[in-house]
């Protein structure tokens, strides 16, 4: 699992097709050097798996539901990534409990810069919305945040500088889409109180 506090950005350099997948590599100059094969590694919040290691880079396999349902499918070569590694069970957890399974996507329809913050606002799918509330936890392309304002199917997040300057979320244009993984918490409260309701078992 993963928490959301992104701990580097790193650089696409390469993607091959290789029939129903890709392979992704990325460049992390000075990170990762101990990468290990196997392990999992959440990029823009997907949790993806190190195919390959080899100095400042590595590879990663991606099949096509993953390109297909998340950002990842549109990554261009030169294109910057969040990266987290899987937290340790002996770590601090510093953001919010998240899976790197990926709900789907949002579209940044707003930005509003100011000098020591910058507001971001991005339309989910309604089907995403209902599990977001203000002040609660959301996944925004791997980034830990909080909910600042929902309005329907838009929600707002404040950025602090150490964000801006520490994950792609401040390069964003508006129009850029991004992917969101929401409160797994509140999915598991939805379903045992469906379960409750019925009598059975919630599908």
């Known amino acids: 699992m993963f928490t959301g506090l992104v701990e580097a950005v790193g650089t696409v350099t390469a993607i091959a097709e290789h029939g129903a997948q890709s392979q992704l590599t990325i460049a992390t100059p000075g990170w990762g050097g101990d990468l290990e094969f196997g392990e999992s590694i959440a990029v823009n919040g997907v949790c993806l798996t190190?195919?390959?290691h080899s100095g400042d880079e590595w590879v990663a396999d991606v099949m096509r539901v993953t390109?297909?349902?998340t950002s990842i499918g549109?990554?261009?070569v030169g294109a910057r990534v969040n990266l987290e590694r899987a937290l340790r069970a002996d770590a601090r957890?510093?953001?919010h409990i998240m899976q790197g399974h990926v709900d789907g996507t949002a579209e940044l329809v707003a930005k509003d810069s100011q000098p020591d913050w910058t507001d971001l606002t991005f339309r989910i799918a309604p089907e995403?919305?209902?599990y977001v509330v203000r002040k609660g936890s959301i996944a925004l392309n791997g980034v830990s945040l909080t909910v600042a304002e929902l309005v329907d199917d838009q929600v707002t997040v404040s950025l602090i500088p150490t964000t801006l300057a520490e994950t792609n979320l401040g390069e964003l244009p508006v129009g850029a889409v991004i992917n969101v993984e929401v409160d797994v918490v509140g999915?598991?409260?939805?379903?045992?109180l469906g379960e409750r309701a019925t009598g059975g078992t919630a599908q």
Do not use: C, N, Q
């Open 128 to 130: 995403y919305a209902r």
């Open 187 to 192: 999915k598991y409260v939805e379903r045992m």
């Open 93 to 95: 957890l510093g953001g």
């Open 67 to 69: 390109l297909e349902t």
């Open 74 to 76: 549109a990554l261009e």
């Open 50 to 52: 190190v195919a390959k």
